[in-house]
């Protein structure tokens, strides 16, 4: 049974860091994209990232570029997502997903549960 499971989230002051992991088992291959989304209250989902399952190139989103750095350990199966110098619109449950596939720019079909990052004084 495929399984995604994000850690790491929590409550963090503007201008600091927190790192995000996707734990990932169940899967037959593990040459697959894993991308990073989140979703804000009244908000729409918004994809922050994604690393590539073919040769690990990596894509994000104009809001996230330079603050945040996706990275994989094929070892343990997990992605991270590590964030810094974060503000207060970086507040949102964050999601890991993936597709079976190794390209970034397809429909994801399985999901994490999420997880909450808050950035508050």
């Known amino acids: 049974q495929v399984q995604l499971v994000e850690s790491g989230g929590g409550l963090v002051q503007p201008g600091g860091s927190l790192r995000l992991s996707c734990a990932a088992s169940?899967?037959?291959?593990?040459?697959?994209?894993i991308g990073w989304f989140r979703q804000a209250p009244g908000k729409e989902l918004e994809g922050v990232s994604c690393?590539?399952?073919?040769?690990?190139?990596?894509i994000y989103a104009d809001s996230v570029e330079g603050r945040f750095t996706i990275s994989g350990d094929n070892g343990k199966h997990t992605v991270y997502l590590q964030m810094n110098s974060l503000k207060p619109e970086d507040t949102a449950v964050y999601y890991c997903?993936?597709?079976?596939?190794?390209?970034?720019?397809?429909?994801?079909?399985?999901w994490g549960q999420g997880t909450q990052v808050t950035v508050s004084t």
């Open positions: 690393i590539s399952g073919s040769d690990g190139s990596t």
């Open positions: 997903a993936t597709h079976d596939g190794s390209s970034c720019r397809a429909e994801y079909k399985y």
């Open positions: 169940g899967f037959t291959s593990y040459n697959y994209a």
